[in-house]
């Protein structure tokens, strides 16, 4: 960490400012510039500490040079975590798509649906059981009822299943019923819901925060990987902007960052990214072409009368399958694999 | 609701949309014009209804013309709500200074804090016991522990209490140790946390998300005001724009705003707001003009050496003297009344 | 247009407001909702007198319904713009490479770097002779010099060239020597620019504002195309958002949008874009999935020593020879054709 | 400057780096520490030095310690500028008001509108006679038939006149006929039309770019000053942000923050900051308190009938009266002065 000093600061002051680092047990060496001073600060503090620097009198700016995150880091960890959860793997060679609804509505409809996602060569089923919903008066989601309906046709049909999960107390159900927690973008930094999640084993797609910085998303991962769970995916899910065109501005750049940044996975929303059923074949595509390991999008059989009114952002099931011939076809130009296993587009 | 059409929508299709609608038990007012067709879609309807119309093919946008909250607008409540709180009222003449500490550290640091707000002429303690962080190694607040502090040294001064709960099965405990609970940015949108605040009959001051625009900000009061607690207070803490030189950009703007949209009492939080000392006592007196009902500061003995390191938007206790005595004088410009007591500015 | 009345505007007041329509020659049709009055103004209107019935008392908000932009509208252009200048044809089945160094230096260093672009299979030479920089200290490009250069360059190796022209009164020179005209990012509301690139016939390539909406960027196409220049084509160069970790946020969906909007050749700028050179090759690769038209590339034979400093945006040679290659294999997958000519990597 | 080195740089490397930065006649300091090493340097260079030691093989960041204006700067000027142009005086003990429409009309709308901003108190006449306007059908200004207009009417009633210029080509003629020349917020990055700007003597207010931090708004204003034009005043006017409900979000904390880091005086619009009449008052107030060193706001006879449609923020005559026998009593608690010389209200 560098400290820089106000010009005029005068060397008792600077003195002082040095006893201040070196109580704190560190080492704080001075650099005097032509316009300024710097003091470069060494050895092992908290995060805080680079805050009460910056506060103290003369002190015009403090700048880390080290990340405050570190299990997340790659430079603790050069390798690519891949996600092994029931022979899925996340993070490797293979391509993860998961498709589904925004919500689960009837066993009837997740059933054809997970039918459908595995028709198409999809691995994992998403759904929503419990719903954030910016209004009270919004459907809020069938609840536990869902997770139950969604572990069946997961079961019946081969595929993992991924859901939302809001609150700490809901985690231990939901990671009896599913495979993957969700963390939705409002919860990115529910740190409380974040420690649960590092006591568990099961996977977790953590959602960016629509105005999170990659730091910011980086040390939310971290809460789940210091709190014991290794098992973290990062998802780019659209970021909040002046635009209003799309509903988030897919922040694409993410995913070869993020991957430079950090050993874990990265997944691409493009569903939630654009808002707009026309826009996710070609953000699909991108994503992939952009180094994503994987997709999660939304598709339904009847979005016209989906309860949730995300319909509108939902592939078609014949758009979700022909997407997913076309991934097959780009995925090893991105050095990644994906097999429909040549099952015909219209199942 | 308004549908707007594509401009090519051939007749046949107009009618089925309007079938639609009208399947729906809505009236369907069509209106051609020139270029396009409009509906207008009149009726009680659910919030995702319009997302649903949104997608029908031949429908290019959809225009809602009312809010999709109740409780919290001027429009179905159109005069002030007043909190009374143990005889503090905030919305009403009276300017609420809330001051304190970012964290509750010792029972010593709380006590001479809360006799310093006191002497100051402020009405209100606020101190965090629970911390939240962006990263899980930074000092995460005392815990209960601080609670009890806080109660003590505000019952002994005679001031109300803030605190910030972060969980939902904190809220009992908050609110039996602190009046006015507080919802920080990173939960504005934590729904099961707004559903169990809505059953308590605290007060509560719900800050903005720091990328949440108006809409779902008072969106998110609704759920508090739905579950039955009518004492919310809104709190404008600032934005996250592209400038960093402050932490975040203080949308001033945003309280003779929601006041125009929303009955609510209006905070405004210039430590946060700024992230920069210097900055407080302008933006507070900015505040004020622009019709906040309160304000609330930090304020620590010894900001060099808070444990949270936001000491540094923290004044100093002369500094926060100052600031009310000078509010005192500008309050009544702005319709509202501040009294220091006529207390020396050295106590 | 759509006026939406205030919740409880008297009979007599809507009466007013629909006397003021039909003052201007518009026909007014008033629908009567349960909450709220709305006004359908039907007619050919200039776009202030949206903002005139806005500010009419009684009116809560305006909503228009046709777009502001006509010919850079697809509605009335439905098939796409193929511009062609001197045989290369910019927005139809061809993949387009705009490559070059971020400034013009010497004779030498752009004959070497047009020579490597052709060899890759570039059809464009880009390359500044005037440069808008933040502050009046950096340098400032060779100016006239640099665009015979530029012309010499161009003209030896087969390339077309771009260049960006700043001020009205430099388009007749920039565009007796350069083929594309290049209007910068902070340039794109420089309406006496634009008027004055109407009036020429050479292409010109539009750079997106760091924040310019969609719908601000077709309006400033749509200046261009008004003056009599139909040559108009769009790039994407990346927004300002909080993110401060790339330069700026390439919004690639902005591509597949701009292209439903509008009729006209869409580019993307993976090197603004991003900031990053080694985010160029994923985003350039991701811009072609999304829909792209072209690329513009900063590729430079020396970046470390280049004379704007934005070498760290720029492709060494051969990781620009590379990239084209891989653009060769992916383009089909997005319509597109491109062809390297089989030229090795190594020239 | 500080470059900020990779974790695993090899000594080797870091010679040679620190060979590069004295090959170029500056001085590097070597500073190691636990985890990575970081080179000071020392001496005069280009702001565009920094990009080329940011980009070399081994850095991987470099943080600017000194500010890359001069001029602008605080730093070299401690002394508040106080502008004194015909006897008004911009920047010291008064508070500045300028008045007046949008555009400029006809010559009895702005000798009108310039009694009425004489008699509330007013010392500016604000007018545009070339507009800046999004798209290409807009009402573009009367030109310089409206120069000739805004003189007339200032002279007549003892006012300065501003108005905005859109090009070098007339800033002559805008100088002749105006006082203060205005660049607007879509040129603020305009470099030409700045360096025009540097060799007049007329006061420049400066409109901070809709999307400019304070460094490049100081930049900008650095252009001018660098060309020997020392009269600038600075204009926050907004920042474009994701809140919709404001045309602009005004960012109150640039004022006292840009007083902070120059020396230039200080003026906020809260007109185009807010859009909304309504709102125009209370950020007014907010703005004196916030330390602006005047306030350019938007006064308008027949807002409803404007011709640019801006009318929608524009005080009618009476809100103007009174705002500025309000801002007389709270100036003074802003260390103002301003005196609107008794004239009763009603005038």
Chains 1, 2, 3, 4 share one sequence.
């Not at 070196?22 to 092992?44: C, D, F, N, P, Y």
């Not at 405050?68 to 690519?80: G, I, Q, T």
Request: include cysteine; proline fraction near 5%.
């Amino acid at each position: 960490m560098i400290a820089i000093l106000s010009p005029s600061t005068p060397d008792e002051r600077i003195q002082e400012i040095v006893q201040f680092i070196e109580k704190h047990e560190l080492q704080a060496h001075v650099s005097k510039g032509m316009e300024r001073t710097v003091i470069g600060i060494i050895g092992q503090f908290s995060p805080s500490f680079g805050e009460q620097v910056r506060q103290l009198k003369g002190v015009e700016n403090v700048v880390r040079i080290s990340k405050s995150y570190k299990l997340a880091s790659r430079d603790f960890h050069p390798d690519n975590t891949v996600i092994d959860w029931k022979g899925v793997k996340i993070g490797g060679d293979d391509l993860v798509i998961m498709g589904g609804p925004c919500a689960v509505e009837t066993p009837e409809q997740i059933d054809e649906i997970a039918r459908l996602v595995k028709a198409a060569g999809g691995q994992v089923l998403r759904g929503g059981a419990f719903k954030p919903r910016t209004g009270p008066y919004a459907f809020q989601g069938v609840g536990v009822e869902g997770l139950k309906m969604m572990k069946e046709a997961g079961d019946k049909h081969g595929l993992l299943t991924i859901t939302e999960v809001m609150t700490p107390e809901y985690v231990d159900i939901c990671a009896e019923y599913a495979d993957i927690m969700q963390v939705g973008t409002r919860n990115m930094q529910n740190f409380d819901l974040l420690r649960k999640l590092g006591t568990i084993k099961n996977p977790v797609l953590l959602k960016r925060g629509f105005s999170a910085t990659y730091d910011e998303f980086l040390n939310a991962a971290e809460y789940i990987l210091a709190g014991g769970n290794p098992n973290v995916m990062l998802c780019e899910r659209g970021i909040r902007t002046f635009e209003t065109y799309t509903r988030n501005t897919l922040d694409l750049a993410a995913i070869p960052s993020l991957k430079t940044l950090s050993h874990l996975p990265v997944i691409s929303d493009p569903s939630h990214g654009t808002g707009r059923r026309e826009l996710v074949e070609s953000m699909s595509k991108a994503s992939v072409m952009a180094g994503a390991d994987g997709l999660i999008v939304e598709m339904h059989t009847d979005p016209d009368n989906s309860m949730t009114g995300d319909g509108v952002q939902s592939l078609y099931p014949d758009q979700f399958a022909k997407l997913l011939h076309e991934l097959e076809q780009i995925a090893p130009f991105a050095g990644k694999k994906f097999d429909t296993k040549k099952v015909p587009l219209n199942v």
